[in-house]
């Protein structure tokens, strides 16, 4: 089985910044993409980025574009997710995926049935 154990959210007030990182651990697998979606309550989980494993090659979201920067560590199985520039609708549980399979045709993972592992979800909450 694998494990993606997110670190932990937080506080912070708009405008300021915060780091997410989410660790891959157990069997070893083909790994395409990770990505991070994030969900308010009542709500269907909206994809925020994606990056390819291999290649580094990376897609946001609109609404995160130029603010958040997901990048990897190979070496420690690690995808990290820069958010700066935070805004109140940026609050929600933020989730890590992974994806290990191949899906012909798509440039990159945006839906969240695309990936088959998923971290707990991490609390992120930023006030005005």
């Known amino acids: 089985q694998v494990q993606l154990v997110e670190s932990t959210g937080g506080l912070v007030q708009a405008g300021g910044s915060l780091r997410l990182s989410c660790a891959a651990s157990?069997?070893?697998?083909?790994?395409?993409?990770m990505g991070w979606f994030r969900q308010d309550p009542g709500k269907e989980r909206m994809f925020v980025t994606t990056?390819?494993?291999?290649?580094?090659?990376?897609y946001y979201a609109d609404s995160v574009k130029g603010r958040f920067t997901i990048s990897r560590d190979s070496a420690k199985n690690t995808v990290y997710l820069q958010m700066n520039s935070l805004k109140p609708e940026d609050t929600a549980v933020y989730y890590c995926?992974?994806?290990?399979?191949?899906?012909?045709?798509?440039?990159?993972?945006?839906?969240?049935?695309?990936?088959?592992?998923w971290g707990q979800g991490t609390q992120v909450t930023v006030s005005s």
């Open positions: 995926a992974a994806s290990g399979k191949a899906y012909l045709g798509a440039t990159y993972y945006t839906f969240s049935n695309q990936y088959d592992y």
């Open positions: 157990g069997r070893t697998f083909g790994r395409f993409f």
């Open positions: 990056i390819n494993w291999s290649s580094g090659n990376t």
